[in-house]
């Protein structure tokens, strides 16, 4: 522990807090507040969150299509259509994380 | 496999520690709940622990509890802004419970807990539901034009709703197969690198020895970020049902 460099007051302290936290602010240019204290986000994260976003949806697309087809009984065809719905709202989805990552952090969230 | 080395699927097997019988539901204290009551035995010994100076200058541990905190309080406020902070009780416990588990999975002879489907599908799914009834709560009804986009022509809303139904019963799906597939592939790599070790002998053992030495800090990465990941999907989540926008 540093206990014996204790500043000699918390005003001192606070003073000395304030400044670093101004000269980390200047260091780290105009990346602003959201930046702060946000793991990186790596590419290989990326890359999971899209795919398992995409096959997700294709899988509750494919899941909900067979349920209806069980309760309708009109076996393949709602299952058919789902899959497409499914691929379409793992696009959506798709579109949506990485337009929410575009407008998070201008860096491109690389 | 050489005889004595575990495979690499080993590590997720389930196994009851006390068997508890309920007609005919199997609710077995098994090695999974253990984990789990360590994970939440952690976090309470490490918030207690830390907070319980109360120094105006904390100490590293009340700093460390203090930065969990102020992480989770300002993803909160960032995600969802001043009407966030009403939910920062249940989203700290979610990310303390997730991040605390995957990090005891990385303690050797430990048991990984968020990597069983299940595990991570219950804590979606109840993310999943809290968010649609607090639409409903907040909203009425009117949550229901949450799945109806704006600007569309009519003809297309037959199309675009169930894809946007579609894209919302997604959610607890990808949320939960994310943390799950990400905290597995990772344990099982580095069981296959650490078999290979083993397989390659004192000669040609030090190539995956390494590699497992990157794989740990790698995997040390992983388990703050899906727990980060997890954390930050709730809150948008929440501020998708509070604010209703996409």
Redesign the interface.
């Known amino acids: 522990m540093a206990e014996e460099q204790k500043p000699t007051s918390l005003e001192d302290l606070d003073a000395r807090v304030t400044a670093a936290r101004a000269a980390n602010k200047q260091r780290s240019g105009n990346s602003g507040t959201a930046a702060e204290g946000k793991p990186p986000m790596t590419g290989l994260g990326l890359a999971m969150r899209i795919g398992t976003e995409l096959v997700a949806a294709i899988a509750v697309g494919l899941a909900v299509g067979y349920g209806l087809d069980l309760w309708l009984g009109t076996k393949p065809w709602l299952m058919v259509a789902f899959f497409f719905l499914g691929s379409a709202a793992g696009m959506l989805n798709v579109y949506r994380t990485t337009a929410h990552m575009g407008r998070d952090d201008g860096s491109g969230g690389t | 496999m050489g005889d004595g080395v575990a495979g690499p699927l080993e590590q997720f097997e389930i196994k009851p520690l006390v068997k508890i019988q309920l007609g005919s539901l199997d609710i077995s204290y098994t090695n999974s709940a253990l984990w789990m009551t360590i994970a939440v035995a952690v976090v309470t010994l490490f918030l207690v622990m830390g907070t319980r100076q109360r120094a105006?200058?904390p100490?590293?541990w009340q700093s460390m509890a203090e930065m969990s905190y102020?992480?989770v309080a300002?993803m909160l406020s960032?995600q969802v802004g001043s009407a966030g902070k009403a939910f920062f009780p249940f989203v700290f416990t979610l990310f303390m419970f997730i991040l605390v588990g995957n990090l005891l999975g990385m303690v050797p002879y430990s048991f990984t807990f968020t990597s069983h489907i299940i595990v991570t599908f219950g804590l979606a799914f109840v993310v999943f539901l809290g968010v649609t009834i607090l639409g409903f709560v907040k909203h009425g009804f009117h949550f229901l034009s949450f799945f109806v986009p704006k600007g569309v022509p009519a003809v297309m809303l037959l199309?675009m709703v169930?894809?946007?139904i579609?894209?919302y019963?997604?959610r607890p799906?990808?949320l939960s197969?994310?943390l799950f597939?990400?905290m597995m592939a990772g344990h099982t790599m580095l069981k296959v690198f650490a078999g290979f070790v083993i397989g390659l002998g004192v000669i040609g053992g030090w190539a995956p020895l390494a590699l497992n030495v990157v794989l740990t800090g790698f995997e040390i990465?992983?388990a703050?970020?899906q727990a980060?990941?997890f954390a930050v999907l709730t809150c948008?989540y929440i501020n998708d049902a509070v604010h209703m926008s996409?």
Do not use: D, K, M, Q
Request: glycine share 4%; charged share 15%.
């Open positions: 105006l200058v100490g590293r102020e992480f300002n960032e199309l169930p894809i946007e579609l894209s019963l997604t799906i990808s197969i994310r597939a990400n990465l992983v703050f970020l980060y990941v948008i996409h």
